[in-house]
């Protein structure tokens, strides 16, 4: 069945569990300069029926980037928490890492190995010449491109 027109209007959201969330907003908030757009504490009946899971317990913040209407939900459970996290590679099968766009990718490049981040690479030009761009890792290792458009 192919349907007339595609059910999926636009990407609301994108959720990255992260261990620490304070810590996790001094890296997409604080350094990367996105904007808190709602936090909540999430629990009860229905987040366990929605999730599969037995007293969850949940924070979650959402961000936003510039005039972009998709937003970045990081979420932190405190209850049940994860018991083995696995470290994505560029080339592990699912989701595998976020590209966001920035302004000067140089300058927000040093700046971010000042704090520590580790960098796949040191960022280069694509080859068509379009962008400029790097491999990141967020605080819980998850990977985060940056992307800066040349023009």
Do not use: Q, W
């Amino acid at each position: 069945m192919t349907p007339e027109k595609a059910p999926v209007t636009h990407i609301r959201h994108f959720g990255i569990v992260v261990r620490n969330l304070e810590r996790s907003l001094a890296f997409y908030r604080d350094l990367l300069g996105m904007e808190v757009s709602h936090r909540k504490e999430e629990k009860g009946p229905y987040l366990d029926t929605l999730l599969g899971v037995k007293n969850g317990e949940i924070l979650t913040v959402k961000l936003s980037a510039g005039a972009g209407t998709t937003l970045l939900e990081l979420i932190e459970f405190n209850s049940p928490r994860d018991s083995a996290p696995r470290r994505l590679e560029v080339n592990s099968v699912g989701p595998t890492h976020i590209a966001l766009t920035v302004g000067d990718l140089g300058r927000l490049a040093a700046a971010l190995k000042k704090t520590g981040t580790r960098f796949l690479s040191e960022p280069i030009a694509s080859p068509d010449g379009k962008v400029k761009l790097v491999f990141c890792r967020d605080p819980d290792g998850n990977l985060v491109e940056l992307v800066e458009e040349l023009g």
